[in-house]
């Protein structure tokens, strides 16, 4: 078994460690049972065949297309979905699929060197983490000797004298070192499991000064950077905090989250429209949703991550879904256990229901929904990515399809925290937590009918016979009469907005508690310089309208002009008079997560503004 971890901080609240929450019949569940048997379709051989090949070994079978094709660099990410998914579902084909495709990559690297000291900084920290999960939920042993290993060789050979400020330059991409601050977070992680010295000190040389030093400071100077990858970075402050004990890494991660939540995302809880995060250009968030026959946009082209100037391109679309809410999801859990705080679970949410669930299925070819659109001008959900490389090379099996199985794996590890007064509950996915508290057994269902909805039910299934406290998260959203009841009583409790709702108790078998948190229609512009685009949000789902309109309606009152026609599909249509010009239309409205593939919706909707209609 793993060795205890190390590290002086403690936690205020523990997650579940993937283990003892079960999934019940929902979106999530059944999206999560489709990722596995699509991953556990995919033959072993061509999964292998790059590595194969490259040991000069006899290498059976077609290798993938895409980016995997090109390097494998994905391998390690779906050794580490492969680990969590059977420790959360304890399915045995998963766990005998990883423990197999890690044993001939071994083969591999023990017949040839090259398999260990190919890979860049990308393909390192991904190897080094999936292997660290096997490790770390299937017992696998091996997984630290291999950690060892490709560390040794990454340490001998990564250059150290590059840009250190986050930009991902030529220079980068060069020298096979791009989103080289995302290190930290497995190294930590590697010297936490082993205590070995090596790690940290190697994760030390990583830190990302940089952003982590302005973030601190409250500094938004950054300028445009890689998206996705600038709030994983943030996990890897979580991590040097959690080990070095230090102050300033929890600072900047609690300020980045606030700067980013606050300013660089649109409703949706996405962010990085063409994967760029930080831009200088003011009302970038709206500018990123204009294309360039609208009149009102300002510049043709912007400065983006790299360094360079470019155009707008829906190719390249508001946000890389699986990818963000992989970091969002996890930067989450690390300041709720850290931190304890609620308003911490806030853009996990945001990105489970209108980020993730809104996802079409991943299929065995490697196609996946690379990014969703919210543009003004339309958008439809595709697995079909438009792009192809100098080479020829197209965009099947890239980084999404790394994280999309990690996502589904991390959704009951998301759901569920406990200190030793009782259990907090997070996230409202219908499941069932068994949990210890003073010592005794005990079980929370959560048992509603519907996976979004503003009455949740939960049930207490089994409990000894000491007082414990349930602790439930209130959205930030909620703003309504929140309320709490308990076998049909009242509880008096007025539950605010991102805090605890705490009920203490001897519970029952049986006992029935109903969280109430009403829905209700909400205009949120994207950004203060467009003020005339925003997304109509119905409690916590972003919502689409049908058509491409510019409304005229009170912004600050939609339940006057737009009207409730199907409650359980939350589907929303406007009164006739607010749709310019033509006074007998009408717009519906539907949640962006039950959209279908291959149909136009528009998400960010237009007002006429006080100025009087556009030109
Ligand atoms: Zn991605």
Same mark, same amino acid.
């Given at each position: 078994m793993p060795a205890i971890g190390r590290g002086i901080k403690m936690d205020r609240l523990k997650d579940f460690q993937y283990r003892k929450v079960e999934l019940k019949n929902s979106l999530w569940e059944r999206q999560r049972r489709d990722t596995a048997e699509t991953y556990l379709s995919i033959p072993n051989d061509s999964f292998l065949y790059y590595f194969r090949k490259l040991a000069g070994l006899e290498a059976p079978g077609e290798g993938l297309t895409g980016w995997y094709g090109n390097?494998?660099? +994905?391998f390690g990410q779906k050794l580490g979905a492969f680990a969590k998914l059977y420790a959360v579902t304890g399915d045995y084909r998963l766990k005998e699929k990883a423990v197999y495709l890690a044993d001939e990559w071994g083969k591999c690297a023990e017949a040839a060197q090259k398999v260990i000291d190919c890979n860049g900084t990308y393909v390192y920290e991904k190897l080094l983490g999936g292997f660290l999960d096997m490790y770390e939920y299937l017992g696998y042993e091996k997984g630290l000797v291999w950690c060892s290993l490709l560390t040794d060789s990454a340490a001998a050979r990564f250059k150290r004298d590059i840009p250190r400020d986050g930009l991902q330059g030529p220079e980068l991409c060069d020298n096979d070192m791009? @989103?080289? !601050? +995302?290190?930290p977070e497995n190294l930590y992680r590697a010297y936490r499991l082993t205590g070995d010295q090596k790690y940290l000190d190697f994760a030390r040389e990583w830190d990302y000064t940089y952003l982590w030093d302005k973030l601190c400071r409250r500094d938004t100077s950054i300028g445009p950077r890689h998206a996705y990858s600038q709030v994983n970075s943030l996990s890897s402050a979580a991590m040097a905090y959690e080990v070095a004990g230090e102050k300033t890494y929890l600072e900047a991660i609690e300020n980045g989250y606030e700067e980013i939540t606050e300013k660089h995302t649109y409703a949706t809880g996405g962010y990085g429209p063409a994967e760029c995060l930080f831009a200088e250009e003011e009302g970038f968030l709206g500018e990123m949703l204009k294309d360039s026959w609208d009149p009102t946009k300002r510049n043709a082209v912007y400065r983006n991550f790299g360094g360079g100037y470019v155009t707008r391109n829906d190719n390249w679309g508001s946000c890389e879904v699986s990818c963000c809410a992989w970091a969002v999801f996890k930067i989450c859990n690390y300041l709720l256990r850290i931190t304890?705080?609620?308003? !911490?679970?806030a853009w996990a949410e945001q990105m489970l229901i209108n980020g993730v669930a809104g996802q079409p299925p991943i299929d065995s070819q490697g196609h996946v929904m690379y990014y969703a659109g919210y543009f003004v001008d339309g958008a439809v959900k595709s697995v079909h990515d438009r792009r192809l490389q100098g080479n020829g090379a197209n965009f099947e099996w890239q980084c999404c399809t790394g994280t999309f199985p990690q996502d589904v794996a991390e959704y009951a590890n998301m759901l569920y925290y406990t200190d030793e007064d009782g259990i907090y509950v997070s996230q409202y996915m219908q499941s069932r937590a068994a949990f210890t508290v003073s010592g005794e057994e005990a079980v929370l269902e959560?048992?509603?009918? @519907?996976?979004?909805?503003p009455v949740r039910r939960f049930r207490i299934q089994e409990a000894g016979s000491s007082p414990f406290r349930i602790c439930f998260r209130v959205p930030h959203w909620a703003g309504g009469e929140n309320r709490i009841l308990v076998n049909g009583e009242d509880s008096g409790l007025k539950p605010s907005p991102d805090t605890w709702a705490v009920l203490k108790r001897v519970w029952k078998e049986d006992d029935v508690i109903t969280v109430i948190y009403p829905f209700r229609l909400e205009f949120k512009p994207v950004d203060d310089k467009n003020k005339d685009i925003a997304a109509l949000c119905f409690g916590p789902a972003v919502l689409a309208a049908d058509k491409m309109t510019l409304f005229d309606g009170d912004m600050e009152k939609p339940e006057t002009w737009i009207t409730c026609v199907e409650e359980k599909e939350m589907i929303f249509r406007t009164l006739p008079g607010h749709v310019c010009p033509y006074p007998q239309e009408v717009r519906t409205f539907r949640p962006y997560y039950r959209l279908p593939v291959m149909e136009w919706y528009f998400m960010y909707v237009r007002f006429r503004t006080q100025t009087g209609e556009r030109g």
């Open positions: 390097g494998a660099s +994905t791009i @989103e080289w !601050y +995302t290190l304890g705080k609620a308003k !911490y679970g959560n048992c509603s009918d @519907e996976d979004i909805a």
